[in-house]
């Protein structure tokens, strides 16, 4: 009895770790240009948005240090703005925003189509924190597929990520 009584919790204990890899996955399915013209940082999709909408207007001077993981943004650092080229512009606009991953309340993903570096790679990950009470961009990974963005986030990214947001919790990092 002791055995099946083992097991059972075995079982029970290794499906609740295979669940747990993903807080929860949302599908988007939308182009970018789809998606509101705004700098909404309350979700990990409006800060991707923001980004991509930075990129295509190259207005990083007024954006970039809002929209971007303290750690991206030196103090007393000036960002200049930039001509962004037409096909540039056309490609993040036709990006599909496939999912929105969430690896727990304070790291996340967004996978999207990606086709800036050619046939090699055919979706972005961009990764996203909640820092300050606010999701900011924290990084972009070229990925294969959908599962390798997946497999990246849990992987390489939500560990990093999740590092600095206990730390901003423990309040051994000042960003004021």
Known sequence: ??????????????????????????RVDKKVSELKDTIDLSSPLGAFTASAYMQVKGNDSV??????TFRFCPLGKSYQNRKVQPE????????EVKQVVYYNDSVAGVIS????????????L???V?????????????????????LW???????????????LLSDKIDLK
């Open 88 to 95: 540039v512009k056309e490609e993040i606009l036709n990006r």
């Open 126 to 128: 961009t990764g996203s």
């Open 63 to 68: 954006c970039f240090d809002k929209i971007y």
């Open 113 to 124: 189509t990606f086709e800036g570096w050619g046939d090699e790679y055919g979706y972005m």
């Open 1 to 26: 009895m002791k055995k099946v009584v083992l097991i059972l919790w075995l079982l029970v204990l290794g499906n609740i770790g295979m669940k747990a890899e993903f807080s929860h996955i949302v």
């Open 130 to 150: 909640f820092e300050n009470g606010r999701w900011v961009n924290a990084g972009e990974q070229p990925v294969k597929s959908i599962e390798e963005g997946q």
């Open 153 to 167: 986030l849990k992987e390489k990214l939500a560990p990093t990520l999740d590092r600095y947001a206990k730390l």
